[in-house]
C-alpha cells in the first residue's frame, strides 16, 4: 500500500452522479458525523461530510478552529477533523476544500461541512474513510464506503492524480 495524500482539490465543473446516501460515521450524545454525500465524476470521486457539536465540545472545536491572529505565537494551537481515505493501494490524509465554522465568537452548536476530493474512483468499487478529532474527543472512526463499479465507462485506472 503506498502512503498518498489527497489535496484539496476542487471538483470538476462537470455534473458528478451521486453514488452513495448519507451514511453515519460517529454518533454521540453531542456529536454527529455523517458522510453526508459521495458524488462520482470520470476523474475521481468528491466526499461531503456533516458534523454538528454541540456542549462543551463546540466550544473546543470552536476554541480549535480559531483564527491564530499572531503567526510569532508558536504556543497557538489549531486542529480540524483528520480524514484518511484509503482506496485500492492508495491511503493517506485528504485535505479539507469547503468547511464553514462559525465566528470565534458565536455560541451554541458548531458545524462544519467540509469537502474532500479523491483524485481516483476505486478500481475495488470501495473505499475506507477513517475520521477522528482528539482535541475535541472524536476518536477514529472508519466506514467502508461500498460504491459498486465506476458509473463511467471511460474511468481510467491510473493513480490518484486528476
Not at 462520482?40 to 470552536?62: H, N, Y
Not at 478500481?123 to 464506503?145: F, M, Y
Request: with cysteine.
Amino acid at each position: 500500500m503506498r502512503r498518498h495524500r489527497w489535496p484539496a482539490l476542487a471538483p470538476p465543473a462537470d455534473r458528478g452522479l451521486p453514488v452513495e446516501a448519507p451514511m453515519p460515521i460517529a454518533a454521540e450524545r453531542d456529536l454527529t458525523l455523517e458522510l453526508s454525500a459521495v458524488t462520482a465524476f470520470p476523474s475521481g470521486l468528491l466526499l461531503q461530510l456533516a458534523m454538528k457539536v454541540t456542549g462543551i465540545r463546540a466550544d473546543f472545536a470552536r476554541y480549535e478552529t480559531r483564527p491564530l491572529t499572531d503567526p510569532h505565537d508558536w504556543s497557538a494551537r489549531w486542529s480540524y477533523l483528520t480524514v484518511l481515505v484509503h482506496t485500492d493501494e492508495l491511503c493517506g490524509p485528504a485535505d479539507p476544500l469547503h468547511s464553514s465554522e462559525p465566528s470565534t465568537g458565536e455560541s451554541g452548536p458548531y458545524r462544519t461541512t467540509p469537502w474532500y476530493w479523491i483524485g481516483t474512483y476505486p478500481r475495488t468499487g470501495s473505499l475506507t474513510v477513517t475520521t477522528s478529532w482528539t482535541e475535541i474527543g472524536l476518536h477514529p472512526a472508519s466506514i467502508v464506503v461500498a460504491l459498486g463499479p465506476s458509473p463511467f465507462p471511460t474511468a481510467s485506472e491510473s493513480g490518484a492524480g486528476r
